[in-house]
C-alpha cells in the first residue's frame, strides 16, 4: 500500500501533500479507535452494571441496622443513578413531549422520577428475601441492550427484564417488564387518555396528588 | 504509471470511505437522544368500558371487603408452608389444561414437559403437595390456556371485558375459560353434580393464590391514577407476552 503511495507521491506532488495529511489523520483516527475500542472492552457489560446496582439496592433493603431516612436516601441515589428519567418520560408521553412546554417536560421528568423510583422499590421491597437470577443479555445495537432476569419464588419464577441505554460509559435503564408487563408502556397507555381527556397539567396536578396520598399512607 | 494512478485513486477512495467510517464510530455524545417514538401505542378495544368500570368497582370492593380479609385470616391461620403445598396441588390438579393445550399448539417439548410434572408431582409430591419437578428437578411450569392456543391461531382478544370476581379478560379469553373449565378442569368432573362443592374449591383455589401474592392489587392501586386503565393495559400486555411464547 505505502510503496503505491510512495509511487504516485513522487510523480505527482500535487496529490502528496493532499495524500499525506489524510494518511496521517488516518493514522490519527485508527490510534483513537483502537484506544476506544480498549476502553470499551474494560467498560462493565450491561448485566454486570445493572447487577451491581440491583444488588447494592438488595443489601441495602436487607440490612436491618440502617434507619429509615438513611435506607431510604442511599437507595434513592442509586436509584437515580442507574434510572434514565429522562428517556422513560420521553417514552411515556410519547407525542405529547414534543407538545409539551420545557416546563412542563421538566415538572413531569420530576414528579414522573419519584413516581417511578417508589413503583420499582414498592415491587422489589416485596421480594428482598428472594433470589435474583441474570439470565441472559441481549444487545440490539452498540446502544441498546435487554437483560433477562428472574426472581425465584418459593411458589414461582417471576421475569423481570430490563431495557437498557447507554450514556457515556453508563448502562442506564429506561424500562422494566415485569411477568411481560412493561412499565413504560402501561404508564403511557392510561396517561395518554388522561392527557387527551384533561391536557398535560392537569396529569401533573393528579400525578403531584398521587405522590402525596403514596406518602400519606 | 497510469496504472499506479488508478490505484492511488482507489486506495484514496478507500481511504476516504473509512474516514468518514471513523469518525462515525467516534463516541460523540448526541446532543438529546429522543426517546418519544420509541415505540407503538397499544390500543385496547374496550367498547364496554362503562359496564366493564362498574364491574371493576364491584370486583374492587369484593376484594378489599371479601377475599383479602379471608386471605389475611388464612395466612394468620395457616403457615406459609401449608398454603404453598395447597396451592401446589391445585397446580397439578389442572395440569390437563396446560397438557391439551401445549398440545394444540404442537408445542411437543412443553408437552412432554407438563406430562412429565404431572407424573413427578403426583407420585414423588405427593398428589402434588409438592413440586418436586421444579425443586429437585428443575423442570418449571409452563402455562398454556386455550386462550392463548386460540391466540396461537391468530385469533385476537375482541373487546376487553371485566369479569364478575374473575377480573379482567377478554371476549376469546373468557371463551378459553370457559372450554377450558368445562372439559380439561378435573374438578369439573369430580363435582359433577356439586355445585357448591366445586364452587368451594374454587374459592379455597383463589384464597391461597392470594394468600401467597405480596399484595399486587394494593401496590397497583397506590401508584396509578387511573387503576382501571394500568390493569386494562398491564392484562393485554401479559396475554400478549403469554400467546408469543
Redesign the interface.
Known amino acids: 500500500?505505502l510503496s503505491?503511495?510512495n509511487?504516485?507521491f513522487k510523480?505527482?506532488y500535487t496529490?502528496i501533500k493532499h495524500?499525506y495529511y489524510?494518511?496521517l489523520?488516518?493514522i490519527f483516527?485508527?490510534a483513537?479507535?483502537i484506544q476506544?475500542k480498549a476502553v470499551s472492552v474494560v467498560s462493565a457489560s450491561p448485566t454486570a452494571q445493572l447487577r451491581t446496582t440491583v444488588d447494592a439496592i438488595l443489601d441495602i433493603l436487607r440490612d436491618k441496622t440502617l434507619g429509615v431516612e438513611t435506607r431510604r436516601d442511599k437507595i434513592r441515589t442509586l436509584v437515580n443513578q442507574r434510572f434514565y428519567f429522562r428517556?422513560?418520560s420521553?417514552?411515556t408521553?410519547?407525542?405529547n413531549?414534543?407538545k409539551a412546554s420545557t416546563e412542563q417536560q421538566n415538572k413531569f421528568v420530576t414528579l414522573f422520577s419519584d413516581?417511578l423510583g417508589?413503583?420499582y422499590l414498592?415491587?422489589i421491597e416485596?421480594?428482598t428475601d428472594e433470589r435474583v437470577e441474570y439470565l441472559r443479555e441481549k444487545n440490539k445495537n452498540p446502544k441498546r441492550a435487554v437483560v433477562y432476569t428472574q426472581i425465584v419464588t418459593?411458589?414461582?419464577?417471576i421475569p423481570i427484564n430490563y431495557k437498557l441505554?447507554k450514556?457515556?460509559d453508563q448502562w442506564l435503564i429506561?424500562d422494566v417488564i415485569i411477568?411481560?408487563?412493561?412499565l413504560?408502556?402501561?404508564y403511557?397507555?392510561?396517561?395518554?387518555?388522561?392527557i387527551k381527556k384533561d391536557g398535560i397539567d392537569s396529569?401533573l396536578e393528579?400525578?403531584k396528588e398521587?405522590l402525596k396520598?403514596?406518602d400519606a399512607? | 504509471m497510469l496504472q499506479n494512478h488508478c490505484m492511488a485513486e482507489d486506495a484514496f477512495a478507500t481511504v476516504n470511505g473509512s474516514f468518514v467510517l471513523l469518525a462515525k464510530a467516534r463516541p460523540v455524545e448526541p446532543v438529546e437522544e429522543d426517546f418519544t417514538e420509541d415505540e407503538d401505542e397499544l390500543e385496547v378495544n374496550d367498547p364496554f368500558e362503562s359496564v366493564n368500570r362498574k364491574i371493576f368497582a364491584f370486583n374492587d370492593a369484593t376484594y378489599f371487603y371479601v377475599f383479602k380479609p379471608v386471605a389475611k385470616g388464612y395466612r394468620a391461620v395457616v403457615p406459609e408452608g401449608g398454603r404453598l403445598s395447597v396451592s401446589n396441588f391445585f397446580s397439578n390438579l389442572l395440569a390437563p389444561v396446560r397438557i391439551v393445550n401445549s398440545g394444540l399448539q404442537l408445542k411437543g417439548e412443553d408437552a412432554t414437559n407438563e406430562t412429565m410434572r404431572l407424573i413427578i408431582n403426583s407420585t414423588l409430591g405427593l398428589a402434588g403437595l409438592f413440586d418436586v419437578a421444579r425443586n429437585d428437578f428443575k423442570i418449571t411450569i409452563k402455562k398454556e390456556d386455550f386462550g392463548q392456543t386460540m391466540g396461537h391461531y391468530q385469533v385476537g382478544n375482541g373487546p376487553y371485558i371485566v369479569i364478575p370476581f374473575l377480573g379482567p379478560s377478554s371476549i376469546r379469553d373468557g371463551i378459553g375459560l370457559l372450554i377450558d373449565g368445562a372439559y380439561l378442569d378435573p374438578l369439573n368432573y369430580i363435582y359433577d353434580d356439586e355445585t357448591g362443592r366445586y364452587l368451594f374449591a374454587k374459592w379455597v383455589d383463589i384464597e391461597t393464590t392470594l394468600s401467597l401474592d405480596k399484595d399486587t392489587y394494593e401496590a397497583i392501586k397506590n401508584d396509578a391514577i387511573d387503576p382501571y386503565l394500568f390493569l386494562r393495559n398491564a392484562y393485554i400486555q401479559h396475554r400478549a407476552g403469554a400467546v408469543e411464547n
Open positions: 500500500m503505491i503511495y509511487n504516485t510523480n505527482e496529490v495524500n489524510q494518511i489523520l488516518i483516527m485508527l483513537f479507535a476506544a428517556a422513560m420521553q417514552r408521553l410519547g407525542r413531549w414534543k413516581l417508589k413503583t414498592g415491587r416485596a421480594y418459593k411458589s414461582a419464577d441505554a450514556k457515556g429506561y411477568e411481560e408487563v412493561s413504560i408502556s402501561n403511557r397507555s392510561s396517561y395518554a387518555e388522561i396529569l393528579k400525578i398521587k396520598t403514596a399512607s
